[in-house]
């Protein structure tokens, strides 16, 4: 009896699935889309715009995750930006939506997305971190009518190989934040022989890339590069087979990662001078006592601020941000600086075209391709690739009268490209950055 | 019970239809977003409910093996240029080798050691996909994977893609539940119920298990190829310890007992990841509330919660309430000593999957 129904019911639900699926047959034949492929990876979708009297900004960066601290003070950037305009351009409400990823591609793709098709921005702002910009980019390709600005992303292949028409950065790239570094480990500190330690990702092949491409230039040699995985604790097997016949050690690892790093080598004697990465020597590792500390001291990296900047401009940034944000960290982050930097492009941009975002936005694109203007940080213009060429600074660990660590500025780079000098079918030839590229051992 | 066939008939109608003709009332970005990503993430659910209902093996490796898979797919199609076919096969192939491999590993254990086992695997895979430069380009992964052009049927087209996920679903849903009423999955379920009695029968409970999981693990697989065309790229983010999670997130919110359960939690998981963040910044606390209170609650997940919601709906109107309710309540275990049947072998269950789906109240009327 019991077997009998189990038998019915297997009839049934044959019966449901040929109804099913004769149904399906029935609607994809007739509902078949008629949309053409598109030129980036994935899926794609058409949106349109918001109403008239109101200008929608999206902004993404990351709120979650292990970048989550970075991504809230990327967003006081965006937000200090609108609050200078004072939350309106050319006469249209300025409104604000923000969206979160947790610093993997596909996570910041699908909130562009929703920014993009759901939330109907007129332009995006984001993301903070290089795979994303990445994805973002790519992304961006299948919406050519609206426009995408960068947020603090920094791997250099998202404007330098494949960029998109529509995707403009006018933060300067982890290549670029390296600019005097390499010269200045040279001249100014002697260093001849120099190994990287970095992580194993886009990010640090740009910085180690970035320093390297200048350091070898004027003459240094690189005999050995080490790669570790984003996240490592232990450092042992890294820091027992460094050369002894060295000069320093590049070191770009971010957060605690760093302070591991110097650490174990510090404990296993190790008394080559550390040289940094743009996110290497932040305040974790100046507020290190002990026997870090005179380590640490004298200690030179480069990056696109220089917390300890005395320019004017950067004053005033600076005291901005503290006024508006009280509870902020106590010096803007370069993801402040970067997201601020772009979305002031971006309503600069609207302002000049009075908001007029008729015709796929063109009006937009072409002023923010010639837009130049004055940051914190100096002048800002892009190339062709729509990639920002900006002022880069070499700072120097040193301490202040009451003893406390700081980055003291050394030199200020002006107006540095994308490919550091090097013309750019010369760069190009060498071939994308990577764990072997460049090499000067 | 004609009338309640008559009901069931017509509300599976009206779903049908609904899934069908989602696309022409709702937005596109509802279409690619939570509908795409439902079903895709349905799909790889899927396979896990079965494994945890079905088999009583509750496994991390689900996202590992959709790993395997669409790297796989997207090494072949992306680094070698071959056609996508050759990659889609070449994907589902090696992530079914993959999860029989993982199989042969853990089918020999149970309970907490064969979800630690499974994490390891998924560990394993995802290392490796973040640390090889050769094939999977680190930390990176592989960009540009495009949705192909099968015949004429263009799978970049948002809306095909869906009506192609959407019949794939509906595939191994019903292939699914297929096996689970077969002998096979009778076995399965006593199985995993008591190993020693059906082994004594003269059922290899290693080798149901072992093929259970390679099954679960061609299922990811075909997820993987689903997942990775539309993300359009593959990287460790897409596997890592939070995605491996998320999965076993969607199938306890959906429920573990039922098949339909992994699409419940899927577009409960979407909808919620998109949408919460518009009213909060703390949309993972959200998630983590509701599992929280389906975990406590309701063991049988979204859909065990709206059942017994009709259920105690139709008692109210219904004078058959009375009766109806007892006819749901688990049925009683077979002591010990009495010999099983098949049929008391799939109605013996902590997780009453048989007893949970409408035959049994149709049977007893």
């Known amino acids: ?441 | 019970m004609s009338t309640v066939r008559i009901q069931r008939i017509a509300g599976l109608t009206v779903l049908i239809v609904l899934l069908l003709a989602f696309p022409l009332f709702a937005s596109q970005f509802l279409v690619v977003q939570i509908g795409i990503q439902s079903l895709f993430l349905g799909i790889v659910a899927l396979g896990l409910i079965f494994l945890a209902g079905y088999g009583g093996m509750v496994s991390l490796a689900q996202m590992a093996l959709y790993g395997v898979s669409g790297y796989t797919m997207a090494i072949v199609t992306v680094t070698y240029g071959l056609p996508w076919y050759v990659g889609v096969i070449a994907g589902v192939i090696f992530a079914t080798l993959l999860a029989a491999i993982f199989a042969l590993i853990s089918a020999h254990t149970q309970g907490i050691y064969f979800i630690m086992i499974t994490l390891a695997e998924a560990m394993l895979v995802y290392f490796y996909a973040d640390q090889d430069r050769v094939f999977t380009n680190g930390h990176t992964g592989i960009n540009g994977v495009r949705p192909p052009l099968i015949g004429p049927i263009v799978m970049s087209d948002p809306t095909t893609f869906y009506y192609v996920t959407l019949l794939i679903a509906a595939l191994v849903y019903l292939g699914l539940r297929y096996i689970g009423r077969a002998p096979f999955g009778l076995a399965l379920q006593g199985i995993r119920d008591n190993a020693q009695r059906m082994q004594s029968l003269g059922f290899n409970a290693y080798a149901h298990r072992v093929t259970t999981f390679t099954l679960a693990g061609f299922i990811a697989g075909i997820g993987g190829v689903l997942g990775t065309w539309y993300d359009g790229a593959i990287s460790p983010g897409s596997i890592d310890l939070t995605r491996t999670i998320n999965i076993l997130v969607i199938a306890v919110l959906g429920g573990l007992s039922y098949l339909e359960g992994a699409f419940v939690g899927a577009v409960f998981f979407t909808l919620v990841t998109n949408f919460a963040s518009s009213f909060t910044d703390r949309f993972n606390t959200v998630i983590g509330l509701a599992f929280l209170a389906v975990a406590l609650f309701f063991p049988d997940g979204l859909i065990g919660l709206s059942k017994k919601t009709l259920q105690i709906a139709t008692q109210t109107v219904s004078w058959r309430g009375r009766n109806a309710l007892e006819s749901s309540k688990p049925v009683k275990a077979p002591s010990a000593s009495k010999l099983p049947t098949s049929d008391t072998v799939s109605e013996d269950k902590k997780l009453m999957i048989a007893s949970a789906n409408p035959e049994e109240e149709e049977k007893q009327q």
């Open chain 1, 1 to 441: 009896m019991k077997s009998k129904t189990r038998i019915v019911a297997q009839r049934r639900w044959f019966r449901q699935l040929m109804l099913f699926l004769g149904m399906l047959a029935l609607l994809t034949a007739c509902g078949g889309g008629t949309t053409t492929p598109t030129s980036g990876g994935g899926l794609s979708s058409g949106s349109n715009g918001s109403s008239s009297n109101e200008i929608k900004i999206g902004a993404l960066a990351t709120l979650t995750g292990p970048f989550a601290a970075l991504g809230a003070d990327g967003m006081r950037g965006v937000e200090l930006a609108i609050s200078e305009f004072g939350g309106q351009v050319a006469g249209k409400k300025i409104t604000l939506i923000k969206e979160s990823s947790d610093a993997t591609p596909a996570v910041a793709r699908d909130a562009a997305r929703k920014l993009i098709e759901q939330d109907n921005v007129d332009l995006m702002i984001g993301p903070l971190s290089g795979d994303e910009g990445l994805a973002v980019r790519d992304y961006a390709k299948t919406q050519p009518n609206k426009v995408f600005l960068n947020g603090s992303s920094a791997a250099q292949d998202t404007t330098l190989r494949n960029s998109a028409p529509n995707f403009y950065r006018f933060s300067t790239d982890g290549v670029q934040w390296m600019a005097g570094l390499g010269t200045y480990a040279y001249q100014a500190q002697g260093h001849r022989r120099v190994v990287t330690v970095a992580e194993d990702y886009s990010f640090p092949y740009s910085q180690v890339g970035g320093f390297m491409t200048e350091f070898c230039r004027v003459g240094g040699h690189v005999p050995k590069k080490f790669w570790v995985p984003l996240g490592t604790t232990d450092y042992s097997s890294v820091v027992s087979s460094i050369p002894t016949d060295i000069d320093g050690i590049y070191v770009a690892l971010g957060g605690s990662d760093g302070v591991n790093f110097l650490k174990q080598y510090v404990q296993f004697g190790g008394k080559a001078p550390i040289i940094g990465g743009s996110i290497t020597v932040d305040q974790t590792v100046l507020s290190t006592k002990g026997t870090l500390y005179q380590r640490v001291l004298g200690t030179a990296s480069a990056g696109p601020i220089a917390d300890n900047n005395p320019d004017a401009a950067w004053q005033q940034f600076v005291s901005a941000y503290k006024a508006k944000f009280p509870d902020g960290l106590p010096s803007p982050s370069l993801f402040a600086h970067a997201y601020y930097i772009n979305t002031k492009a971006a309503l600069l941009a609207l302002q000049q075209v009075n908001g007029d975002l008729s015709n796929g936005e063109a009006k937009l694109k072409v002023t923010l391709s010639n837009l130049q203007f004055d940051t914190p940080t100096g002048p800002v213009k892009l190339d062709h690739n729509r990639q920002a060429i900006a002022n880069i600074y070499v700072t120097v660990v040193d301490k202040k009268s009451d003893g406390t660590l700081y980055n003291k500025l050394v030199k200020v780079i002006p107006n540095v490209n994308q490919t550091l000098g090097v013309p750019e079918d010369q760069y190009l030839a060498q071939g994308p950055l990577s764990r072997d590229n460049p090499s000067c051992p």
